[in-house]
């Protein structure tokens, strides 16, 4: 599964850029709106230092200026990949900017036939809400699953699952279980996976017994 990273944090980035775990980058218009600074230089910067697909979202609501949108966007950098809602327009201007060679991520996912729309409608990304869906009682990693299996079942769908609203470790390891192709997580929750005690604990130990030989490897 790859990773993408869910911030307009530039400095976030940067930082977690030599990991080599960073394939892409997600923004969506909150997270623009809490960076506090021009969407198209924001998006510019992140993309100097990602190589893989950034995610900048359209905001107009109709076909026509969501695909001016996103030809706006897309001419940023080469790997923009343009984020348009999962709406009736969403899905028109889907189809026309991956008919022109973007990519697209259809963002705001919260249930299968959504996503089977936007699969043919060829989007690049679909993007399944998962914690949005837990908030209400719903769970979402069952669409996580339902997506895989429908993707599944026809080989002219290409589009790639890209498991989002992540906010724990654990929301990553069922997406993951579940088949997700990605998950876009805040960095909080992508650095929080390495962590466990009994890893702190055992290196604590080892570190003091080699204390104790007095050796040294350098
Ligand atoms: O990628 C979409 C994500 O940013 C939404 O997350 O936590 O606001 O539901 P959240």
Redesign the pocket.
């Given at each position: 599964m790859k990773f993408f990273v869910?911030t307009a944090d530039v400095d976030e980035i940067r930082e977690l850029a030599p990991s080599g775990l960073m394939d892409g980058v997600?923004t969506?218009p909150?997270?623009i709106m809490k960076a506090g600074r021009p969407m198209m230089d924001v998006i510019a910067e992140i993309c100097d230092v990602v190589e893989g697909p950034v995610s900048a979202e359209v905001t107009a609501t109709e076909a026509e200026a969501m695909i001016a949108e996103g030809r706006k966007l897309a001419a940023i950098a080469k790997n923009v990949a343009v984020k348009v809602p999962l709406t009736w327009d969403g899905l028109i201007a889907c189809r026309t900017l991956s008919n022109e060679g973007n990519m697209v991520n259809v963002t705001l996912c919260f249930n299968a036939n959504q996503a089977l729309l936007a699969g043919r409608a060829g989007a690049t990304f679909i993007?399944p809400?998962i914690?949005?869906l837990d908030d209400i009682g719903i769970d979402g990693m069952e669409l996580i699953e339902e997506i895989r299996i429908i993707y599944d079942n026809y080989e002219n769908i290409e589009t790639e699952i890209l498991a989002?609203?992540i906010?724990t470790p654990n929301h990553v390891k069922l997406a993951a279980m579940a088949g997700a192709d990605v998950a876009?997580v805040p960095p909080a929750v992508l650095k929080g996976l390495v962590k466990h005690p009994l890893t702190d604990k055992g290196l604590a130990a080892f570190l003091a017994d080699w204390e104790k030989t007095g050796q040294s490897i350098l």
């Open positions: 869910d997600t969506n909150s997270l993007s809400f914690g949005r989002a609203s906010r876009t």
